[in-house]
């Protein structure tokens, strides 16, 4: 592709490029050959897209917003972090027990009420789990 010899520019476009230097003009070349497929399979559209994007969250971002975010990152971070000790915990005293308990011991640990909220908390959670599944997909 040679630029110099684009008679569809306008003149003081054409000037300008006329004074760049071969290097430069070099460059220009390669990259408008780089940039060509971009533009013919309507990519480079997509990339403006994906800035205007990022540009309109940044000119939307406040210090409420901000707040808020940095809210729900600690308190996921902390919910993982807690279910990760939890799951530590349980597993150090399974493992320091010499058997499994029985059937009746699992029952005899359901009088600990610790137990008991935990047990609640695992229904709630799966009752929850099944009223999600009972309902059908939305059609796309």
Do not use: H
Not at 26 to 48: M, S, Y
Not at 56 to 83: F, P, Q, S
Not at 86 to 112: C, H, I
Request: charged residues 25%; negative net charge; contains cysteine.
């Amino acid at each position: 592709m040679n630029i110099t010899n684009n008679t569809e520019l306008p003149l003081e476009q054409t000037n300008s490029i006329r004074e760049l230097s071969p290097a430069a003009q070099a460059g220009l070349e390669e990259l408008i050959d780089k940039v060509e497929p971009l533009l013919a399979g309507r990519r480079l559209n997509r990339i403006v897209d994906v800035m205007s994007i990022t540009a309109d969250v940044v000119d939307m971002t406040d210090d409420y917003m901000i707040e808020k975010l940095c809210k729900v990152y600690e308190e996921a971070i902390g919910g993982i972090w807690n279910a990760g000790n939890l799951a530590r915990m349980a597993g150090s005293e399974v493992r320091n027990m010499e058997e499994p308990p029985s059937t009746w011991g699992l029952v005899k640990m359901a009088r600990d009420p610790e137990v008991r909220r935990g047990l609640a908390f695992m229904i709630m959670m799966a009752k929850g789990l099944g009223r999600q599944t009972s309902e059908p997909l939305p059609e796309e």
